[in-house]
């Protein structure tokens, strides 16, 4: 069996365990001040600052608390504060103003979606139930919370992109399915990268607009196309490589192996099946097993799994030859080969 018990020095010290119980306290001024746009708003005033009862009209706020909010921002290094006026600090300035290197992408879906979840933890431990406020079909039905999905799903899988190029010899393949692709994000980053290949989206119909539009946007609208569907009852559009990624960890054992029987027969022979999430390996990793409890707060039956069992899982399928690879954001990369047809079938 595993085990989980810190290594010795490494328990968080009497002191810190109040800093740490308090962490969402930390959390949630990031997640607000990305909610109320303080960093755009900021970057966008004249040069770049703005007095604290400016930025405090600027957002809309009430007197009572804007200036603790102000500098419990520079305390947490996001703000700076010079003879009264703030600015960004660079790393915010950097990351989390709204245009081309925004990454609060994610951070602004977890504000609306994973934080309430998360307040209901003990409840999703005691009972196993997702405690997330809505479902997944209303989300896609609402092109606002639907928008701010996929940014999220951008946000976690375009890190990802030069892991799965160095993971396979691309010039080997000419055609691409990224199944339950959202709207062709990192299939699109993988098109730019590699001119001869030529990718299909599989994903549900709600997706297909933004799918054309975000290719359209990366200039791969002419070789990335989409197939509207559900996974689980309709085929996967064959090519020589299949991606799945972000997708087995929001379902059951059952049903990830369903998918990657699917995958093998979408796969052409000599093909290639590569599979990413935040997998729980021997070590306890702190990102993986967040990302675990995200899926148990959110699905009706997602986990974290381990690369072993996948491995398990790819070869009874009949993939062979699975390489481990580790990505970024605690994520892992399995790549499984489909053997070519042999002479004669
Ligand atoms: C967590 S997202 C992962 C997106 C993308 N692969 C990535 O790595 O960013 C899961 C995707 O699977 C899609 N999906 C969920 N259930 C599906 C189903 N039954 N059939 C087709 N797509 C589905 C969702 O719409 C969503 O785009």
Request: hydrophobic letters at 40%.
């Amino acid at each position: 069996m595993t085990s989980v018990t810190p290594a010795p020095g490494t328990a968080a010290p009497a002191a810190d365990l109040s800093s740490l119980g308090l962490g969402f306290a930390s959390a949630k001024l990031l997640l607000t001040a990305l909610e109320l746009g303080v960093f755009t708003t900021l970057a966008e005033s004249a040069d770049g600052s703005a007095e604290a009862e400016e930025l405090r009209a600027a957002l809309g706020l009430h007197p009572r608390a804007a200036a603790d909010f102000f500098d419990a921002l520079t305390a947490l290094g996001l703000l700076e504060r010079r003879y009264g006026r703030y600015r960004n600090s660079p790393a915010a300035q950097a990351h989390l103003v709204r245009g081309p290197h925004y990454q609060g992408g994610f951070l602004e879906g977890a504000n609306h979606v994973l934080y309430p979840a998360w307040g209901r933890l003990t409840e999703a431990l005691r009972t196993g139930r997702p405690q997330a406020d809505g479902d997944f079909e209303a989300m896609l039905a609402d092109p606002q919370a639907r928008r701010m999905f996929l940014a999220m799903q951008d946000s976690l899988s375009r890190p990802l992109v030069p892991g799965l190029l160095d993971a396979l010899d691309w010039s080997r393949y000419r055609t691409l399915t990224d199944v339950g692709g959202a709207r062709g994000n990192l299939a699109g980053h993988l098109l730019r990268a590699r001119p001869g290949l030529r990718a299909t989206v599989f994903d549900r119909p709600q997706n297909a607009g933004p799918c054309a539009e975000h290719a359209a946007a990366l200039g791969v609208g002419d070789r990335l196309s989409f197939t509207g569907g559900d996974f689980f009852t309709d085929p996967l559009p064959p090519a020589d490589v299949l991606v799945v990624g972000h997708v087995l960890a929001d379902f059951s054992r059952d049903e990830r192996r369903t998918l990657i029987t699917k995958a093998h027969a979408a796969v052409r022979d000599g093909g290639a099946l590569l599979v990413y999430d935040p997998m729980n390996g021997d070590t306890p990793h702190l990102t993986s097993l967040v990302a675990s409890l995200h899926m148990l707060v959110m699905t009706p039956a997602g986990a974290g799994y381990h690369p072993g069992h996948c491995t398990g899982w790819m070869e009874q399928a009949g993939f062979t030859d699975v390489t481990r690879h580790p990505l970024p954001l605690g994520n892992t990369l399995l790549v499984a080969h489909k053997p070519p047809a042999r002479k004669g079938e």
